[in-house]
C-alpha cells in the first residue's frame, strides 16, 4: 500500500485479516475439541496438511494425560521441535498454546460428562480445572 493510505482501502485489508484469523481459529478448534460441522464438511474432504501438526500435538498429549501442568517447552521436547518452532506453527493454525489447553481441557470434559454417572465436580477436577466452580 502506498501512502498516503486509502481508508476505505484499509479498512477492508484488516476486516480480511480479521476474518482470516477468526476462519484459521474455528477450524483448530474443531480438531481439537473434536466437532465437525456437517453441513460444512464435505464427506471426500482429506485432512489439510497443515492439520499434520495438531495431530501430532494430539497424539504426544493424549486425553487421559495431565495438561495442566505442561508448558511449551514439554511440548517442544515432545515434538522434538525447538520451543519458537512451536510456536511459529500454533501460530500458523491460529491458536496459541493457552488456548490448546483451554480446548482440551473442554474436550475432555466432553468425553467425562456424557456418562450421567460423573458428577461435575469429579469431571472438572480430571479435566483439570482448579474448581468445580471455574469450571462450571
Given at each position: 500500500?502506498?501512502?498516503?493510505f486509502d481508508?476505505?482501502?484499509?479498512?477492508?485489508?484488516?476486516?480480511?485479516l480479521i476474518?482470516?484469523?477468526?476462519?484459521?481459529?474455528?477450524r483448530?478448534?474443531?480438531?481439537?475439541?473434536g466437532?465437525?460441522?456437517?453441513?460444512?464438511?464435505e464427506?471426500?474432504?482429506s485432512?489439510?496438511?497443515?492439520?499434520?501438526?495438531?495431530?501430532?500435538?494430539?497424539a504426544?498429549?493424549p486425553?487421559?494425560?495431565?495438561?495442566?501442568?505442561?508448558?511449551l517447552?514439554?511440548?517442544?521436547?515432545?515434538?522434538?521441535?525447538?520451543?519458537?518452532?512451536?510456536q511459529r506453527?500454533?501460530q500458523?493454525?491460529?491458536?496459541?498454546w493457552?488456548?490448546y489447553?483451554?480446548?482440551?481441557?473442554?474436550?475432555?470434559?466432553?468425553?467425562?460428562?456424557?456418562d450421567?454417572?460423573?458428577r461435575?465436580?469429579?469431571?472438572a477436577?480430571?479435566?483439570?480445572?482448579?474448581?468445580?466452580a471455574?469450571f462450571s
Open positions: 500500500m502506498k501512502k498516503p481508508n476505505q482501502e484499509l479498512f477492508l485489508r484488516v476486516q480480511g476474518a482470516n484469523r477468526e476462519r484459521v481459529f474455528e483448530a478448534k474443531q480438531l481439537v475439541i466437532i465437525e460441522d456437517d453441513s460444512k464438511k464427506r471426500t474432504q485432512p489439510a496438511p497443515e492439520d499434520d501438526f495438531l495431530q501430532k500435538l494430539h504426544a498429549f486425553l487421559d494425560s495431565d495438561l495442566s501442568t505442561a508448558n517447552d514439554d511440548v517442544a521436547v515432545k515434538l522434538a521441535m525447538s520451543k519458537r518452532s512451536v506453527k500454533m500458523l493454525h491460529g491458536i496459541s493457552r488456548e489447553k483451554q480446548l482440551r481441557k473442554l474436550r475432555i470434559a466432553m468425553v467425562l460428562l456424557r450421567p454417572k460423573n461435575v465436580a469429579m469431571v477436577e480430571q479435566a483439570g480445572y482448579r474448581s468445580a471455574h
